[in-house]
Structure formats: structure tokens, C-alpha cells
């Protein structure tokens, strides 16, 4: 293990690793833009420079290796002016466009300039001007005047998700990023990395272009349910202190966006696109009444009726949900097990042109607790076959399920979330409560527990799983 000084204090380093990378893991900072620890060494930004004792130049530390005896300064007068030309050769032809910028207030262009420069651009000459909103993908516009060719969103194509769809065409200041013509960014299911993986505001989301300033959201952990990776995420949402209130309330109870919460257990710093997307499951429109023969009654009285139901059932079967969480799986075990005939569900399948599955992250199982579901209950629902003709109780619990496959004359106890035509022909139907408005656990493919919190609260007509189960095995009316 060879052992370096940096400024002067002694620092163990691992044979192989940059001294960017021994700075950064034993506390001293270093600044970066184009070095990222999952993406190969580019070293064309310069900002990370340092300088050797002894010499009176400075170098990069992102492409420096460790030997035993080295001796940097990360502060010296030598680095101090080189980082400060670095930054006004990077801002030369920078818009200077931050009160506009998505990326403000996460920029580290911005943040580096106040740090280590704060002078305006050297130039006399007009700025050169570039493409403003280039429409790099579906999802991904381009701010060619702010991006400084960095490259870690071409490397990222390269390295990473390995559709190869962006590359650097043209030279010196007219250099850009521009996407492979056969539109493979489209195609890449990972590809918003790139908007979080950029330093500056040049990769956009189109999805959450100028919708909110990120110093009003703050974001909750969570897990992705998209499939049986269940990366971990942040779902960003506006804070309480800045509730908008002359404005449509569900502003203040929405997903503006989703990202990575960076996880080596699971996904490392990545997610893919269907997390980001998340919000196209949890706002779909919610159903929030609960309903007898289609007709909404109070919670208690449809809690009451599906008891009741249960209670007089001689052979009820029970469709578990590959959706719940581990709380919620082990509470129906505990209170229904026993009383039911338990078969799991896969509650979401592949949806058409959704990748199926890959090396990277992305699993073919689209749901996120089939883990659990399976170790808990024996049985698997088998989607082609009919349910037993002398099963007179179905309990549904989650999507997913055909209801032309309950026998005929069978009762119909119907827990969901969302609004569809299903809810009204149940002989009773309950509302349940989602993902962001609870708190649990999940378990990934490869056995690993992630936490979600709650975001949103959930609305008083609407149950929560875990102490419905108990509620419906009750002997008498108990209020959930
Ligand atoms: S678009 Fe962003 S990530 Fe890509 S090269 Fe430019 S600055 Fe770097
Ligand atoms: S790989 Fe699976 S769990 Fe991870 S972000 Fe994509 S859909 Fe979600
Ligand atoms: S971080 Fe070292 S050159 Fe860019």
C-alpha cells in the first residue's frame, strides 16, 4: 500500500488509484467535472489539477497514479491560479444563463466559478453563439452553449449502456455533442443518466423543463417498483414551506422528477428510464371511494361487508400482490393465511416495447416484491388456468388480475388503488394506499432490503393493506 502526502499529511493509497480518487476518499477536495468513479479517465477538463512539491507546474489528478513518496498540494498559490484560468477559459463563451438554467442550484460550473474564480469572462470578442434547445432525444433537449465537452454523457453511452448514441463531432470552440443518426439515445433505456451525470446545464430533461427550481423540492428515499432490481431512488417534490397556494393544490403533491439514490448494494449511481417515468404509474388517476356493487359507501361499511364476506366464504383464494410491501405481505400472512387459499400475483408484466431484461439493471421480472411474496407464499397464480370451480370467495389484492377467470356464482373482494372498470363489479371494492403514501420495505431479486418512505398523505377514505388484513380477519367490526 504505498503511502502519499497530500498537503503534507500522510495518506494511505491503494496501488492503482489516482490521487484524485485518494484525495477524495481521505477528505481533501478536489474539484472535477469530467471524472466520475464509474466512467473510464478522460482528463479534458484540467479543473482537478494539483501540483507535485518540487515542481513549480500543475497536473491533473484524475490521470495522476499513486507511487510511494508522492508528495501533492491541492491549494498551493501554483493550483490557485491555474483552476481560476481553467474556469475562465471554460466560461469564455458561457451564456451566463444560470437564472434560467434547470441546473442551477445543482451546477458545479456555478458553484467551482464562486469557489475558485468569480471573474466575468476575459473576452472582448463576442461570445460564440451555439444551439440553444438542440433535441438530442425524446426525452433529452441539448444546451450546446453551456456543455464543456466534458464527455462523461458520450462515455456513459459507451461504457455504460453501451448504445454507443452520442459522440463529439467538429473542433475547438465549435465542438459538439450531437447524437448518432440512427436515434439509439432514443432506444437506450437508461439514457436520462446522462442529465444527471452532466456537471453543468447543457443535458435537459424534457419532462421537467423549467417546471420547478430545484431549491423548492426536496427529495424522499424510495425504491423503484418498475422491476425486481428495485433500484434505489429520490422522488423529488415540492417542500411544505413552498406550497404554492393560489395555484392547482396537486402541484404541491406531485412527482417532478425521480433519480438515482446512488445504492452499491443494488444499482450503484443508475437508474433506468421507467423510474424516472414513475409518475405515469403513481398519478394515474386514483380511485378514492369505496364501493358495493359499484355503488360508493363509506370505507368502514366496505370493510365491514368484505368481513363479512370472508367470514361466510367455505372456499375463498386470495391473489396476492407482488406490489406489496414486505409490512404488508407478512400482515396478510399473519392475519389470512390461515383462512385463505394464497396464490401470488404478478401484478405488472412487460409493457410493449419495455426492455425485458439486460446485464445492467433492468430485470425481466416487472414487479418489485415477487421476492418476498414467493418466500412467504407457496403457491404461484398461473394467469392461463381458471380458478377452482368451488372457490366461492376471490380476494383480489393489486392489478393484474383477469376477472373472467373467477368462477361463476363466486363473490368478489377487489383491493386497489387506481380507477378502472374492474372496481364497480366487485362485490365489494376498497381502496388502498400507494407506494409514496406509505412507509415499508422491499426485497430485490438478489435478497437485498431497500426502504420507501412516504411522501404524500393519503386521503381518509382510503385504506392502508396492513391494517386492512387485520380489520377484514377481525371477528367484529374494527376500525382501520
Ligand atoms: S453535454 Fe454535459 S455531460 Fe455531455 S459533454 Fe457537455 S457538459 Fe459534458
Ligand atoms: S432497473 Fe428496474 S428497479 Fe431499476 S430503475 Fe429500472 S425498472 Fe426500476
Ligand atoms: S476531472 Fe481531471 S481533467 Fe477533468
Redesign the pocket.
Known sequence: MPEIFINGQPVQAERGQSV?EVALANGFYIP????HPELSV???????AVQVEGRSWAE????MPVTEGLRVLTDSDVVKEYRKSILQLLTLNHPVDCGICDKAGECKLQDYHYQYNGASSLSRDPKVRSTKFHALSERIVLDNERCIL?SRCVRFTREISKSNALGIVQRGDVSLVRAAEDHSLDSDPYSDNIIDLCPVGALLSREFLYKARVWYLEPTPSVCPGCARGCTIRIWHRKPEWKLNSLDPRLNARIERVTPLDNDEVNGPWICNKARDLKQIFERPRAERAMQKGKPVELDAAIEAARRLLAAAKHPVALVSTWGSNEELDAFKRTLGARVDSLVKQDWGPQPGERLDDELLIRADKNPNSATACALFLDRDDPAQALPEDVDLVIVWGEGFDFGRVPRGARIVFLDAYLQPENGHADVFIPISIQTERRGHYTNFEGVVSAFEPCFTKKPSVADAEALFAALAAPAKVRT
Open positions: 484524485l472535477y467535472f469530467c471524472w478522460a482528463g479534458n477538463c484540467r479543473i482537478c491533473i489528478a484524475c490521470n466534458c
